[in-house]
């Protein structure tokens, strides 16, 4: 099956700095993307996604790109504020239905 | 309001007894998830089920067992048979194109 690997599993930026999770994956017949934000205590919400025929998306201060020959993708999050803390999962799926979840990453954003 | 509700929040259980976390939503959503989270390893697939009537194992189904015979429910049993149940499990829904929409999630402790 699917193999989904996130690093770094915890990342620590200063406020207004970037930052960037990167994920690979096995198989290449995965073709949706999502990335998904759970606060402390609450429950996994997408926050972007991105399909195999699109190099990368962007939704204001986040963006999503896809190396579909190297089959790693990465979340960048630019000007990084205190509500950006949380545990970020990257997934993927080779059939919008079974989502392989990467392990996550705790970004912490320092005031 | 619309939504996927999960109870209840917390539930105790004695080893060697089975116990069902019930799962609804009132999106119309034909596909339903269970996962399971523990710290470290991320969200795996326990069962998902496309359609009414119809589900199929995920990556860790061993010791589960689910029921759909309605659109809006998904109950999933712990059973004894599980070697390690405690862990913090979340349903989720989507029309299978793209988002999943998880509940908040149902903490289970067997002691």
């Known amino acids: 099956g699917e193999n989904v690997e996130q690093h770094p599993s915890t990342l620590s930026v200063q406020e207004g700095d970037s930052a960037v999770i990167k994920c690979t994956y096995s198989?290449?017949?995965?073709?949706?993307f999502p990335w998904y934000k759970q606060e402390l205590g609450k429950r996994p919400q997408l926050i972007i996604d991105?399909?195999?025929?699109?190099g990368e998306k962007k939704d204001q201060r986040i963006a999503v790109t896809l190396n579909k020959t190297a089959k790693h993708f990465s979340l960048h999050i630019t000007e990084t504020q205190p509500e950006d803390s949380a545990v970020y999962f990257c997934a993927a799926s080779k059939d919008d239905y079974k989502l392989s979840f990467g392990a996550g990453t705790t970004v912490t954003v320092r005031a | 309001d619309g939504g996927i509700t999960q109870s209840p929040k917390y539930l105790f259980r004695k080893e060697g007894q089975n116990v069902t976390l019930s799962c609804e939503q009132n999106l119309n959503h034909d596909a339903m998830y269970w996962y399971r989270q523990d710290p470290g390893q991320g969200l795996r697939l326990i069962y998902y089920?496309?359609?009414?009537?119809?589900?199929q194992k995920g990556d860790i189904a061993e010791g589960y067992s689910v029921s759909r015979e309605k659109k809006e429910s998904f109950p999933l049993t712990v059973t004894s048979a599980q070697k390690n149940p405690t862990a913090f499990y979340l349903c989720?829904?989507?029309?299978?194109?793209?988002?999943?929409?998880f509940g908040q999630g149902t903490r289970l402790t067997v002691v």
């Open positions: 089920s496309q359609i009414v009537n119809d589900f």
């Open positions: 989720a829904s989507s029309i299978g194109k793209g988002e999943a929409f």
């Open positions: 991105i399909r195999s025929n699109v």
């Open positions: 198989d290449s017949a995965s073709n949706y």
